[in-house]
């Protein structure tokens, strides 16, 4: 099989006033207070389009090219990133129990959903 070219750039951290300007832009075009753990997990969802659409203009300042992105949100597309970001949270958890059940021989069972649902 030959290999296929690919340059790959890794994720860039969002700085914090990034992310509050950021949640600035969706509080202003969804009508609603956004937290910043929402942004991450809106950056997170969007970076593999983001990361090809910027490798084809590479932007000078990645800054602004990702404000763009913020100014076209859609509701959806927030909540859509916050189930998914919820959801690998859960299933690193999962595997976390998972690996320290094996190891431990005393403990029967961990159980870090148990403390989850109890902060509910």
Do not use: C
Request: proline content about 3%.
């Amino acid at each position: 099989m030959d290999e296929i070219d690919f340059k790959g750039v890794s994720q860039p951290r969002l700085a914090p006033n990034l992310q509050d300007k950021i949640a600035d832009t969706f509080r202003r075009k969804l009508g609603r207070e956004v937290t910043r753990e929402e942004v991450l997990a809106w950056w997170d969802w969007i970076w593999p389009d983001f990361e090809s659409y910027w490798g084809q203009k590479r932007y000078r300042n990645i800054g602004r090219a990702i404000q763009g992105w913020a100014a076209r949100i859609r509701p959806h597309e927030l909540d859509q990133a916050v189930k998914v970001k919820e959801t690998y949270v859960n299933q690193q958890l999962d595997k976390s129990q998972q690996a320290l059940n094996e190891q431990s021989d005393n403990v029967t069972s961990i159980d870090y959903f148990s403390q989850r649902e109890e902060s509910k």
